[in-house]
């Protein structure tokens, strides 16, 4: 995140985000930091993906430096390739390609005529391809229920997969899908909606075993054969059989 081209920060909950120095500097300059939930990769599209772009440029470097002057070449051929939407990173910040080591025209070094516009279209062409895939995620995905001020769910454990936290409900973020949660023992947990279910009390053993009894007798009853009344029936006499 850069606070002299950017006005929107979209990184992880780590402890550097949190400091005191950090929301300064967001102050200042006006930056909005929006955190994605611990442990919940999805939400962190962004820098997920920028880290997994710079690996794969490492990895291909071969060099594990990344102060040494093959990677910044690297580097700055990735800031100079367009995306998917027909622009560069070093075009929608600066309006014009970087000089780097590759041959090209003279032209691409300075500012666009009309960029306002290319911009807007790229703009445009970048919101269909995320409708797009936002539709296809959607196909086989389901809306999960909001929860609410002070209410009791259940927290599953990172590690071991089991949902055996218990915790309240103290605070919600903007964008509805993370909480933030305080155990029994009063510890605070923010967590994705994913990883949250609403807790339902456990049913006692009293309950349990009238409710199995009263299962039973309706068990037996339906399984009792159908008895005959032993009743004589009389035929009856209709309108014209006298």
């Not at 580097?75 to 995306?83: A, G, K, S």
């Not at 964008?175 to 339902?200: A, F, I, K």
Request: glycine share 4%.
């Amino acid at each position: 995140m850069d606070g002299h081209h950017g006005r929107a920060s979209k990184a992880d909950d780590r402890p550097q985000f949190k400091s005191t120095e950090f929301k300064e500097f967001c102050d200042r300059y006006r930056v909005k930091h929006d955190p994605s939930s611990p442990y919940h990769h999805r939400s962190n599209g962004y820098a997920e993906a920028a880290v997994k772009s710079i690996q794969t440029i490492v990895k291909k470097l071969g060099v594990k430096d990344v102060d040494s002057e093959e990677f910044k070449r690297a580097l700055l051929e990735y800031r100079n390739t367009p995306r998917k939407d027909g622009l560069s990173p070093s075009e929608r910040v600066f309006g014009r390609q970087l000089r780097s080591l590759l041959p090209c025209l003279p032209r691409q070094f300075h500012f666009r005529k009309g960029f306002r516009k290319v911009l807007l279209n790229a703009d445009r062409r970048s919101e269909m391809l995320k409708a797009e895939a936002k539709t296809r995620y959607d196909a086989h995905a389901k809306p999960l229920a909001k929860l609410d001020y002070g209410d009791i769910v259940r927290v599953q454990h990172q590690h071991t997969k089991k949902w055996d936290l218990v915790a309240q409900v103290v605070e919600i973020w903007p964008r509805l899908r993370s909480y933030l949660v305080r155990t029994e023992c009063g510890r605070l947990y923010r967590r994705n909606r994913q990883y949250l279910r609403r807790y339902n009390e456990p049913v006692s053993e009293d309950k349990a075993g009238n409710d199995n009894k009263e299962q039973e007798s309706t068990e037996q009853s339906k399984s009792a054969p159908v008895r005959r009344s032993g009743r004589s029936k009389k035929k009856p006499v209709r309108f014209g059989d006298a």
